[in-house]
């Protein structure tokens, strides 16, 4: 898995290329995409990419798995799939981040905060 992820950490820009390359040829041979489609594929590839990088650091970004929730449902939205409202993207989004959380925490630990002494004025 780890050679994976080096692999696809150094070579994003010929991933994306890849994926845009597929787009051009498979509109050339008539698939009918909008551009709206098209770009949430696109920006939805770059995501993914994204989370798997992330995936391969340490601390874990939680920040790349919400994008790449958000990209599926900008996608999801782009090409009209019936009942996705922003009631649910708001509840899915939730669940992630809430998700997430119980992921980085078992990672984590606390630290006793140090304490701060008081400067005393003089007179």
């Known amino acids: ?3 994976v992820i080096s692999w696809i950490k ?12 597929a787009l051009a040829i498979a509109l050339a041979m008539g698939v009918t995409l909008t551009a ?15 989370l ?4 391969g650091t340490m601390p874990f970004q939680v920040s790349a798995l919400t994008g790449v929730v ?3 449902i ?11 409202t922003e009631g649910l993207v708001s509840s899915v ?3 992630v981040v809430a998700l997430a ?4 925490r078992v990672h984590v630990s606390p630290v006793a905060s140090k304490a701060v002494p008081v400067a005393v004025p003089r007179p």
Not at 52 to 55: I, N
Not at 74 to 84: N, P, Q, T, Y
């Open 1 to 3: 898995m780890s050679a």
């Open 36 to 50: 709206g489609q098209t770009g949430a594929i696109e920006a939805t590839v770059a995501a993914v990419l994204a």
């Open 74 to 84: 900008v996608l999801l939205v782009a090409f009209k799939v019936h009942g996705v």
């Open 70 to 72: 958000q990209a599926i």
């Open 101 to 104: 959380a119980l992921l980085v």
């Open 52 to 55: 798997v990088v992330a995936f």
């Open 10 to 21: 150094t070579e994003l820009p010929l991933i994306s290329s890849l994926v845009q390359a």
């Open 93 to 95: 989004n939730a669940v």
